[in-house]
């Protein structure tokens, strides 16, 4: 669906007949120490850090196909979020998907500089899960 500005009536955007767009999902991932001691960050801060990081993912690859065509279903809209234990892991998994040239966006709060989540730009789920799989869904 492609919602217009000022528009409160959604318009589908028409395919080639039979040609199937690719699902596209935009994955992040989350630390779960931030919840817990010795960091205990409330929920809503650490929500936030998977805004931060998905916001910035959409704006620096905005020119991407994949990118434009996400945003053009704002109600078909995709997102998985999945936990890593710590920050080495993030850390660990951001150097992998540099490796593959998987479009990414490492968030680092400042002013502490920490790494706290990884969000990819969207992309059609067969492309990233090999990265991912190991990974489970952020509780």
Known sequence: ??????????????????????????YLVLRKDLSQAPF??????????????????LHLHRNHPHTAAYLEELGRMRKVVLEVPDETTLKELAETLQQKNIDHMLWLEQPE????????RPYPKEE??????????FK
């Open 1 to 26: 669906m492609l919602w217009r500005v000022g528009a409160a009536i959604p318009v589908r955007k028409m395919t080639a007949p039979g040609a199937e767009p690719p699902v596209l999902v935009q």
């Open 40 to 57: 205990s960050w409330p929920a809503g801060a650490v929500v936030a850090q998977a805004c931060h990081a998905a916001t910035a993912a």
């Open 113 to 120: 500089n920490i790494a706290t989540c990884i969000a990819l």
């Open 128 to 137: 990233v899960s090999q990265y991912l799989k190991k990974f489970r869904l």
